[in-house]
């Protein structure tokens, strides 16, 4: 067992990470925000965590709560025009301010290395790290989730005018969609950092959009779960189709696009739901038993 956990460690690292991502993409679909942004929340968190420890030798701990602010202030900047677009403009503006972040790496030479990166970040992060600020995060998730901005979240997903109709103030709840997402994101980019030993401006482009989105919309956007089984599947695919390496972006877009068709609410809130009407079901049979 521990033979195996050792050999696959890497992988396990990686898929926490992209629940982590998972997770930063999630609160903002949940609140029904189009938000492409995570990558480049993950990208400033990731830059200033090793920044502080590389160039200007703070400790890891400063580090991650420093990349965590950032996070929650580029969330909160964004927030202030952002709010007010909905859909494909939401969508179209975020995906810009990952172009932007990604330019801005590429060219601050003197600070970030460029297309080099940054190198020889210590290892301060493990496996044991990441499981317990994912555990940490899922708790708080659900929290959320029963919470009353959680369940306005749900309202103005389903509905911004029966939302509005409530009193229910849909600009302020998209600023905390996106303060949350900013925050956890600069969170994860910070422990991607500290796990990863480097970073490349490369690592926080399109393909972390695209992987991001695709986790939470393979797993389901209503419930915890979804982000959680989105990010492991796809992160162990590739894994299992490692004697398929030719065609596993094939096989991996084929899966999302069955998904999408056949299991639209994602893999998890469709299993939840399924297990919830045969729970009702069973409990109205039981009723109608006793009345007999």
């Not at 596993?248 to 899966?255: C, D, F, Y």
Request: overall charge positive; glycine content about 10%.
């Amino acid at each position: 067992m521990m033979t195996f956990l050792y050999a696959y460690e890497p992988l396990f690292e990686l898929a926490l990470f992209n629940v982590l991502l998972a997770f930063s993409q999630y609160i903002v679909l949940k609140a029904g925000v189009f938000s492409l942004g995570t990558a480049a929340f993950a990208a400033i968190g990731s830059y200033t965590a090793a920044i502080m420890v590389t160039k200007l030798g703070l400790s890891p701990w400063l580090g991650l709560a420093v990349a965590t602010a950032l996070g929650i202030a580029a969330g909160a900047i964004v927030a202030i025009p952002l709010a007010r677009l909905r859909g494909v403009f939401q969508a179209l503006a975020t995906l810009a301010l990952v172009q932007i972040v990604l330019s801005v790496t590429l060219n601050w030479v003197d600070v970030t290395n460029g297309a080099l990166g940054i190198n020889s970040i210590p290892k301060t992060v493990g496996l044991v790290g990441l499981l317990c600020v994912v555990g940490l995060l899922a708790y708080f998730m659900l929290a959320i989730g029963s919470s009353s901005i959680g369940r306005a979240f749900d309202v103005i997903r389903e509905d911004e005018t029966v939302a509005v109709s409530l009193g229910i103030s849909v600009q302020k709840h998209h600023m905390i969609a996106f303060i949350l997402s900013g925050a956890i994101a600069g969170l994860a980019g910070a422990l991607h950092a500290y796990n990863s030993y480097s970073i490349t401006p490369n690592e926080y482009g399109f393909n972390m959009v695209v992987m991001a989105l695709a986790m939470v919309v393979l797993g389901g956007r209503v419930s915890v779960w979804g982000p959680i089984v989105g990010a492991v599947v796809l992160t162990g695919l590739p894994e299992l189709l490692r004697g398929f390496q030719e065609y596993r972006m094939v096989v991996q877009g084929a899966l999302l696009l069955l998904s999408i068709i056949f299991l639209p609410q994602g893999v998890a809130d469709t299993l939840i739901s399924v297990i919830a009407r045969k729970r009702i079901a069973t409990g109205n049979a039981k009723t109608k038993v006793v009345v007999a």
